[in-house]
């Protein structure tokens, strides 16, 4: 982007605004990028999930690293279900990988989506072995058995999932 101005002074002015504003951009796009990379800890706080640079699971004492499940630039989305299993959904271009792990990070098996993964966000368990997953564009909210490993059910726009 260029500016010209006939005035140095003007020019002079607009440069020094725009140098000190550089740093509080930056410094509010690295706050909005921490909350969302905020670990997520498991339901007794034993393992934590944590997004630098994929997903990583980590002891939620000392946060040791206990497994990499997902290395990726890309944005993820992943959660912990009640037996301990983790969920990690992961965009694949133009596809949405669903992949599951043990309690332990050791991998059970992975379930491609034929989705677009726009507004990806693994949900919450609505059932033992089932998790609602989100997307956003097109909103759409899919509720996928990890036993079986597909969509058992797509809901309406506007439908929550009800727990059960």
């Given at each position: 982007m260029f500016f010209f101005f006939n005035d140095t002074a003007t020019t002079e002015i607009?440069?020094?605004?725009l140098h000190d504003a550089l740093p509080i951009?930056?410094?509010l796009l690295f706050q909005r990028g921490a909350s969302r990379e905020r670990p997520q800890p498991d339901a007794d706080g034993a393992r934590i999930l944590t997004r630098d640079g994929g997903v990583r699971l980590r002891d939620g004492a000392t946060?040791?690293?206990?497994?990499?499940?997902?290395?990726t630039a890309l944005p993820v989305s992943a959660r912990f279900v009640a037996d301990g299993r983790i969920v990690v959904?992961?965009?694949?271009?133009?596809?949405?990988?669903?992949?599951?792990?043990?309690p332990d990070g050791t991998p059970l098996g992975d379930m491609a989506v034929d989705r677009v993964p726009m507004g990806l966000a693994v949900g919450p368990e609505?059932?033992?072995?089932?998790?609602?997953?989100?997307?956003?564009?097109?909103?759409?909210?899919?509720?996928?058995?990890?036993?079986?490993?597909?969509?058992?059910?797509?809901?309406p726009p506007g439908q929550r999932p009800l727990r059960g």
């Open positions: 607009y440069t020094l605004s951009s930056r410094n946060g040791a690293l206990l497994a990499t499940l997902v290395e959904g992961e965009a694949a271009g133009t596809r949405t990988v669903l992949h599951v792990f043990a609505v059932a033992p072995g089932r998790v609602a997953v989100f997307f956003e564009f097109p909103t759409e909210i899919l509720i996928v058995d990890l036993g079986k490993r597909r969509v058992v059910e797509t809901l």
